[in-house]
């Protein structure tokens, strides 16, 4: 499967726990997006890579959210001291310039519940 | 601040029947609008338009962007009950922010066989 990857699906949390999700994207796209999705919302913008550098971070991204794409390949989004309100579908996507359109594509996304 | 609206939020249909979805937005420095298809899982890509006036066709369902009046337009004909989904659209800003994406609500399509 050469689509973009999300580990791991599904995590239940206590609050004040931290937690890490992974997204893959497809080879060799330059861009990788999170977004979160909360019940019957459309996605919500978070931030996004070209390469290894963050380009933009949305307002919504507190200082208890970190991403990283270290290599510009995969991405890790962290979470410190959940609280409930971050229940959510984390959502990555990835995209590349080809033939001139940034079409993104989305990975499964990774439930997170905070109980 | 980018705005995305759609409406109707909700649509029940029986099938055969055609539906219009419609999007309007508001947007700094507009690049693109796209249409996402949402069933228990991620989005998949529908259409990305960036003219005005040029229907993007893929199968039943097709798509129109008006730039003057801000809108969008999904149709889906002679539906079927794999079409039941949430049908997002989303916009595209230019210029530093390039590549960002803003959802409307969705549209959730429910058709009955």
């Known amino acids: 499967d050469t689509g973009v990857s999300q580990n791991p699906r599904h995590k239940i949390t206590k609050r004040g726990q931290n937690v890490t999700f992974r997204c893959d994207p497809i080879?060799?796209?330059?861009?990788l997006y999170w977004y979160r999705q909360t019940l019957g919302q459309g996605p919500e913008f978070l931030t996004y890579f070209q390469n290894e550098a963050q380009l933009e971070k949305s307002r919504l991204l507190s200082d208890r959210f970190s991403a990283e794409r270290p290599k510009g390949s995969f991405s890790t989004l962290e979470i410190q001291r959940t609280e409930q309100g971050d229940s959510a579908m984390y959502l990555c996507?990835?995209?590349?310039?080809?033939?001139?359109?940034?079409?993104?594509?989305f990975g499964p996304g990774t439930r997170l519940t905070v109980t | 601040e980018d705005k995305v609206v759609q409406s109707p939020l909700s649509l029940v249909v029986h099938e055969g029947d055609t539906v219009t979805l419609n999007c309007s937005y508001e947007?700094?420095?507009?690049?693109?609008l796209l249409w996402y298809k949402q069933e228990k899982k991620a989005p998949t890509f529908l259409f990305m338009l960036?003219?005005?006036?040029i229907e993007k066709k893929s199968g039943r369902l097709s798509s129109i962007l008006d730039k003057k009046e801000l809108f969008s337009i999904l149709n889906i004909t002679a539906t079927q009950t794999g079409d039941s989904a949430v049908y997002l659209c989303a916009v595209e800003a230019g210029g530093t922010s390039y590549g960002k994406l803003t959802f409307g609500q969705g549209t959730i399509l429910t058709v009955h066989p």
């Open positions: 080879s060799e796209h330059n861009r």
């Open positions: 996507a990835s995209s590349s310039r080809d033939r001139g359109s940034y079409e993104q594509y």
């Open positions: 947007v700094t420095n507009f690049r693109s």
């Open positions: 960036t003219s005005s006036g």
